[in-house]
């Protein structure tokens, strides 16, 4: 039987490579479009040698074009923490409301289902909580962080105006903090943050007095959950992430015992806008997906931390300590 063919675009990047991998491994043609702004293409190395898939070195900004015939796209593509954003903040635009249109257009012409990874900033810092997909958000489209928040938002209504006007299949999966093997080391998230200076001896830095919170999903559930959305038959808005919440002053104790260092903590000032509190309703993924998360965050941190063992660099006089 022919595969089905599938683009994922920033398929480079952490979130793309691992499905990437999935979509191989369920017997698609896979091919993955990525600029490697953020991306590396170690993530996708390991798949180069597979007929079964494609690599495309472009930015989706610009129109785009793959031959043959089309069955899914996933636009995974732009700068996804913080400190790649606010450098990279007019290509973060770009990426979501052009990257997104030109995308659209394809989909359309290939006659193709579109899933876009939209995200819990579109929520902002809420004041609702749990978030719902039915909250419409609390976000600053001026603050630092509204060139991804409202790239994102934009995408969102984007797609749903092609669903709405143009009968176009679209998925829409409001992704929230996942973690795991591929993270960039350096991205500036508090999980990286927290395992690269445990590993180096240095002090964990928490931004604030550590009383927010956030919530993790591992990568593989957070796969699976998107990979079920894509299949269903459901194109409103669903939250896929991990309910389970932990202050952030409580996640630096974790990860100091995980990593058997003793606790170790600079303050710094919290950044402008920063949510206080993050926490996903998965409600409607339990309900139109049969999904929920499996991998607890102990055994998720365990799998995270034997790849940031491989990367992260001990200055010499602590790895000989
Ligand atoms: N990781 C998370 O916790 C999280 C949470 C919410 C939403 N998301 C969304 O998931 C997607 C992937 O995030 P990630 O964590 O894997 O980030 P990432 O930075 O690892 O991956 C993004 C990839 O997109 C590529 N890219 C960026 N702009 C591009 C362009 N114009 N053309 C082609 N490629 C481009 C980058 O090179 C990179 O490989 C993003 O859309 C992000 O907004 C991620």
């Not at 991205?187 to 990286?192: A, E, F, I, S, T």
């Not at 630096?252 to 058997?260: M, Q, R, V």
């Amino acid at each position: 039987m022919e595969r089905k063919r599938v683009l994922v675009t920033g398929g480079a990047g952490f979130l793309g490579s691992h499905l990437c991998d999935r979509l191989i491994k369920e017997g698609y043609h896979v091919m993955a479009m990525d600029n490697l702004i953020t991306g590396n293409l170690e993530n996708i190395e390991h798949l180069f040698k597979l007929e079964q898939f494609e690599f495309y070195h472009h930015d989706v900004s610009k129109f785009v074009h793959v031959p043959g015939k089309l069955d899914y796209i996933l636009h995974f593509a732009s700068p996804a923490s913080p400190i790649d954003y606010l450098k990279i903040p007019i290509q973060t635009l770009k990426v979501g409301s052009l990257g997104t249109h030109n995308l659209l257009g394809l989909a359309m012409a290939k006659g193709a289902r579109m899933l876009i990874a939209s995200t819990s900033e579109v929520y902002g810092d809420p004041l609702v909580h749990p978030q719902t997909e039915d909250y419409w958000g609390n976000v600053n489209p001026v603050g630092p962080r509204g060139c991804y928040d409202e790239a994102k938002r934009f995408q969102e209504a984007m797609t749903m105006a092609y669903h709405m006007h143009h009968g176009l299949e679209t998925r829409i999966v409001r992704i929230f903090n996942t973690y795991g093997p591929r993270m960039r080391l350096d991205d500036g998230r508090v999980l990286p943050a927290f395992l690269s200076q445990a590993l180096r001896g240095e002090p964990l830095s928490i931004f604030g007095d550590g009383s927010q919170t956030r919530s993790f999903c591992y990568v593989d559930d957070l796969v699976e959950g998107i990979y079920r959305l894509l299949l269903s038959d459901y194109h409103l808005p669903v939250n896929i992430g991990n309910p389970s919440e932990i202050t952030i002053k409580e996640f630096a104790e974790e990860i100091c015992k995980l990593t058997g260092v003793e606790l170790n903590i600079e303050y710094q000032p919290l950044p402008t806008d920063d949510p206080q509190k993050r926490q996903p309703d998965i409600s409607l993924a339990r309900e139109v997906l049969g999904w929920e998360p499996q991998v607890d965050r102990a055994e998720g941190l365990r799998r995270t931390l034997e790849y940031f063992k491989e990367k992260v660099q001990v200055p010499a006089e602590k790895a000989n300590a």
